[in-house]
């Protein structure tokens, strides 16, 4: 089946650092990749839809200064959580997109990366 | 993007049957339903999806009525491991940003012995 990899798992990092956290769908081209965030106890939010070689569109109230995601090939995405806080402590999860297949837009979704901003 | 509404959470015993049922009212003539499964600390995981009436997999149902406003998935005889939130979702069935999801609350099923 489609498989999508992320890396780190997790990452524990001082306030205004920057983190990167890649996406890869290792046995799929995805031109299209999606970004969520999800809290303790809480639903996935969409953060930002990336698609290979365009400029990914963000969902309302992400700022894309901040969180810098580019998508370079088809089986590669990044985010890039730039001078990190305690507030963008959260899982990030990230999900490719199958453009053909038995089910309509079907996602498969990484394992997350724990993000731990001290 | 049709709005979803389920129960925040269920509980259940092993080796009973669970129904959870997602509300809809406002789906459209090209949405798809589509139900994820998320353990802790994981990213979800595609449990089925269906348009109309029913679709049964190896692991669960979906039953849909005709009016679509709703839709229920059907675990059969749950274990502990089946413990985790189900997400129902609605979208449509196209590419680029339509194919963007959104998650709703989810129901956390609590499965015991």
């Known amino acids: 089946g489609a498989v999508v990899s992320q890396h780190p798992s997790r990452v524990i990092c001082k306030s205004g650092t920057s983190v990167k956290i890649e996406c890869r769908s290792l046995?799929?081209?995805?031109?299209?990749m999606f970004w969520y965030r999800q809290f303790p106890k809480k639903s996935l939010m969409l953060m930002a839809t990336?698609?290979?070689?365009?400029?990914?569109?963000?969902e309302q109230g992400v700022e894309k200064d901040k969180f810098l995601i580019n998508h370079a090939s088809l089986t590669l995405s990044t985010l890039t959580v730039t001078s990190a806080h305690p507030e963008d402590s959260s899982f990030y999860i990230c999900?490719?997109?199958?453009?053909?297949?038995?089910?309509?837009?079907?996602?498969?979704f990484g394992p997350g990366t724990r993000l731990t901003v001290l | 993007l049709a709005k979803t509404t389920q129960p925040i959470s269920m509980d259940s015993y092993e080796g009973q049957e669970v129904n959870i049922t997602c509300s809809h009212n406002?789906?459209?003539?090209?949405?798809?339903i589509t139900w994820y499964q998320q353990f802790p600390s994981q990213g979800p995981r595609f449990i089925i999806q269906g348009y109309k009436t029913k679709v049964t997999n190896e692991v669960a149902s979906l039953f849909i009525p005709a009016d679509r406003k709703s839709s229920t998935l059907s675990l059969p005889r749950v274990s502990l491991s089946d413990t985790a939130v189900y997400y129902c979702l609605v979208h449509p069935g196209g590419d680029g940003t339509a194919s963007k999801l959104t998650f709703g609350t989810g129901t956390r099923l609590q499965v015991t012995l």
């Open positions: 990336s698609n290979e070689g365009s400029k990914a569109t963000y």
């Open positions: 046995d799929f081209q995805a031109t299209t």
């Open positions: 406002n789906i459209a003539t090209n949405d798809y």
């Open positions: 999900s490719a997109r199958i453009g053909t297949g038995p089910f309509y837009n079907e996602q498969f």
